[in-house]
């Protein structure tokens, strides 16, 4: 929820660097219920990052083990029902306790059951931050999108005005993933994040990873370190570290997608211990 205040505020490369060093110090526990395809991808970019990761999606200790984590991280990206009620038990169950979570609706628009099953999950579970490729954001939102498996088809036009809906309709954050990053805020604002680096899209899980890196980074939202106050303020510090891993990967020019992903495995730990000293007002803007 926004409290009112410019999650802009602030924002600068010290803040960056506080953040990511709070990350490391408080060691969050991200609980996980996610794909099958990238479960490895999202453990280690969080463990990365500084937080613990932690995937326990069987239904008989989804619940007990959200309540006790820092923050949830839930993706549909191959949910059967009874994932789904998995899901569902950990989302409350986190309401509850006060614990963040970040929905990643992978491939929302694809099929029936997957809009049935996110459409269930926004019912009963109120998210901190929703997070999606433009075509997913712009389905949640109730336009026309073409999503073909798990992939956006077609223009990215229209992202950033789909997000800013959905995140006043849903009172989350909302981040549109793309050539670059949309980030709307509850309150109507919204922001582009320029930053990554066009091989960020060349090997499978980029796109979990950055939903896990959303959950660590709000884990840390209301702490008393006073990291980041907001879903929002934690969403763009996400956003932007993510997308300064994937240029620093892309530095040592890796031969291949295999290289360049593990490049950027290794620039994700580099990056939450020494971040660069980048001008966040030339990359992170106001719509």
Avoid: Q
């Amino acid at each position: 929820m926004s409290d009112g205040r410019d999650p802009l505020a602030g924002f600068d490369a010290e803040r960056l660097r506080r953040t990511l060093t709070a990350v490391d110090e408080a060691s969050p526990l991200v609980h996980h219920l996610t794909n099958d395809v990238t479960t490895s991808e999202t453990a280690n970019v969080t463990l990365h990052w500084g937080g613990l990761p932690v995937m326990a999606d069987a239904p008989a200790e989804a619940g007990d083990m959200a309540a006790g984590a820092d923050a949830v991280v839930i993706n549909t990206g191959t949910a059967s029902r009874p994932d789904v009620d998995a899901m569902v038990d950990a989302g409350e169950r986190a309401n509850e306790a006060g614990v963040p979570v970040v929905l990643d609706p992978v491939g929302y628009g694809a099929t029936p059951h997957r809009v049935a099953s996110v459409g269930r999950l926004l019912d009963a579970v109120a998210f901190d931050v929703i997070k999606g490729n433009a075509g997913e954001i712009r389905g949640l939102a109730g336009e026309e999108a073409t999503v073909r498996g798990v992939e956006s088809v077609g223009e990215e036009s229209g992202a950033a005005a789909a997000a800013e809906a959905l995140a006043a309709e849903t009172g989350a954050a909302v981040v549109a993933s793309g050539a670059v990053d949309v980030v709307a805020n509850p309150d109507g604002s919204a922001y582009e994040v320029a930053v990554g680096h066009e091989r960020m899209g060349t090997f499978v899980g980029s796109g979990c990873m950055l939903a896990s890196t959303l959950g660590t980074m709000s884990a840390l939202v209301s702490r008393a370190d006073g990291a980041v106050d907001t879903a929002t303020e934690a969403a763009l510090v996400a956003t932007t570290a993510y997308g300064l891993a994937g240029e620093r990967a892309a530095e040592a020019a890796p031969a291949g997608p295999a290289s360049y992903r593990t490049a950027f495995m290794d620039a994700v730990a580099s990056t939450a211990t020494d971040p660069p000293d980048i001008d966040v007002g030339d990359r992170v803007t106001p719509i």
